[in-house]
């Protein structure tokens, strides 16, 4: 069973690491116990480290910006993929830092994803002329964030 699990692993990490254009020559892991793909990190002359933790579903991929202070995990910026059948598109990006820095917190970060996957989705509606409640958007966006964070591996 370990070795189907570590081969399933192995084949999620080469996929995710192809797949995903922004991790072209990162070396990705993925951390079963908090369900998420951690890219390679850098070090800064302050000491920081500085890494993307990234969330996959079959049709949606988050990127949490992440740093390791002194004290403090803080959250740089979310971005979120969308798959369109060839290759994952930048659909929603927020960034912090400077005096604006945010201590990483996972529902803080996910409500954010869910508001980011809103907002765009409400665009693409108003784009096509179409009208659809907020809180059926609101809706739509907490289950596709939500399948990102269901394990990959069981």
Known sequence: MTITKNMTNT???T???KALPALSGSSLT???EKNVFLTMGYTSNAG???YRAIRLSNRLAVYYDLGEGYKYTFLNGITLYAWDGQKANIIAKKTWGGCDWRCFNESD???ESILMLKDYLAGQVKAMGCSVPDSQ???FSRGMIEETQQK???
């Open 11 to 13: 084949a999620l990490t």
């Open 15 to 17: 996929i995710a690491a």
């Open 30 to 32: 993925y951390n079963p």
């Open 48 to 50: 920081n480290t500085y």
């Open 109 to 111: 970060a996910k409500n």
């Open 137 to 139: 958007l609101l809706s």
């Open 152 to 154: 990959l591996l069981r």
